[in-house]
């Protein structure tokens, strides 16, 4: 974002407390920070947040890696445009976003929460989101969605 876009921002959110989405700020309830929602569902939160980038993470790579093959032992640059670059940069943000949603929730709960339930969401997310990206849903069955769910859910 350019220096002179960040100053008129940073400017805009000063005057009367204005942000960008503040327009929105009428449909958002305040949350009372001691309720039940707060303390059951940020240690959640924290480690979800984490396993969605780690499962971006998964994809990305697994995309990074076939371009890297191709490009290696095929020698077919498949660098040349802006896709598998953006696909990189995708991997290396993700990657980071992935660490920092993890300590932050590892810096305000125990470790005894928040790492089995970033692996279980996790794994989850692996499961449905490699389903979806590579279409193996596509040719199932009402049975083999119900058995798909037992599966998961075992």
Do not use: C
């Amino acid at each position: 974002m350019p220096e002179r876009v960040r100053r008129t921002l940073a400017r805009l959110q000063t005057i009367a407390g204005y942000h960008p989405l503040m327009p929105l700020d009428r449909f958002v309830r305040l949350i009372n920070p001691t309720s039940q929602h707060v303390k059951y569902g940020l240690p959640l939160a924290y480690a979800s947040l984490g396993s969605f980038m780690a499962t971006l993470i998964t994809l990305f790579a697994k995309s990074l890696v076939n371009l890297l093959s191709v490009s290696l032992f095929d020698h077919d640059n498949q660098f040349t445009n802006a896709l598998p670059r953006a696909n990189l940069l995708v991997t290396v943000f993700t990657a980071a976003l992935q660490v920092y949603w993890i300590n932050q929730g590892l810096l305000r709960y125990d470790a005894l929460l928040q790492v089995p339930v970033f692996y279980v969401v996790w794994t989850v997310f692996d499961i449905i989101g490699g389903g979806i990206y590579y279409n193996k849903f596509r040719a199932f069955t009402t049975i083999k969605y119900v058995l798909f769910v037992l599966g998961v859910a075992v």
